[in-house]
Nanobody
Framework: VQLVESGGGLVQAGGSLRLSCGAS????????MGWYRQAPGKQRELVAT???????NYADSVKGRFTISRDNAKNTMYLQMNSLKPEDTAVYYC?????????WGQGTQVTVSS
């Protein structure tokens, strides 16, 4: 099982980025997928999740700015991030979860300059 994130980088405040998470080794469509982030000196926190049925959930801090989506045909999940703020700076991790199965990607750095 492998989750690979991509799309991170350096962007100015107010800008946009789109993260991708490609999955292999799992039946992607049946898993709840999620994005989490961890800033330096802070605990990892939920950003957004999307269930196998397409239901979404967002952290209050990103509601209205970020959009999570998935393409089951491509085994890929996305995070469209708009109106980025310096406080969004973190390593963003992809997660796949179902029952007791819990898998993480290696993370991608997002840095938002002020």
């Amino acid at each position: 099982v492998q989750l690979v994130e991509s799309g991170g980088g350096l962007v100015q405040a107010g800008g946009s980025l789109r993260l991708s998470c490609g999955a292999s080794g799992i039946t992607f469509s049946i898993y709840t997928m999620g994005w989490y982030r961890q800033a330096p000196g802070k605990q990892r926190e939920l950003v957004a999740t999307i269930t196998s049925g397409g239901s979404t959930n967002y952290a209050d801090s990103v509601k209205g700015r970020f959009t999570i989506s998935r393409d089951n045909a491509k085994n890929t999940m996305y995070l469209q991030m708009n109106s980025l703020k310096p406080e969004d700076t973190a390593v963003y991790y992809c997660n796949a979860r179902r029952w007791t199965f819990d898998c993480w990607g290696q993370g991608t750095q997002v840095t938002v300059s002020s």
